[in-house]
Nanobody, 122 residues
Framework: QVQLAESGGGLVQAGGSLRLSCAAS????????VGWFRQAPGKEREFVAA????????AYGDSVKGRFTISRDNAKNTVYVQMNSLKPEDTAVYYC???????????????WGPGIQVTVSS
């Protein structure tokens, strides 16, 4: 089993920045990558970014490319998303997930954190 815990969310004004963290514990050696997804009220869950543990290969959703940066600290089993130039449409619950896959598809991930709220005011 793998446990995930997100932190760093909150309220920020448009144009501001936040850094989300995803701390993994348990059998993390069995996982290949960590993905971030988000879900706004009334909308489907959307891929944000993903990174592989070993080589740090990254992927980004089109709506965040150029504004968000994903990184990892293998020694801390933690993945970060630096979110810059935030917009009101970035408001959502953000989830991190991990598993054997590296994909934009949420079905590739087996373990999920509880989620954390990010609110961007205009």
């Amino acid at each position: 089993q793998v446990q995930l815990a997100e932190s760093g969310g909150g309220l920020v004004q448009a144009g501001g920045s936040l850094r989300l963290s995803c701390a993994a514990s348990g059998r993390t050696s069995s996982t290949y990558a960590v993905g971030w997804f988000r879900q706004a009220p009334g909308k489907e869950r959307e891929f944000v970014a993903a990174i592989t543990w070993s080589r740090g290969i990254t992927a980004y959703g089109d709506s965040v490319k150029g504004r968000f940066t994903i990184s990892r600290d293998n020694a801390k089993n933690t993945v970060y998303v630096q979110m810059n130039s935030l917009k009101p449409e970035d408001t959502a619950v953000y989830y991190c997930a991990t598993g054997n896959g590296f994909s934009r598809n949420e079905n590739a991930y087996d373990y999920w954190g509880p989620g954390i709220q990010v609110t961007v005011s205009s």
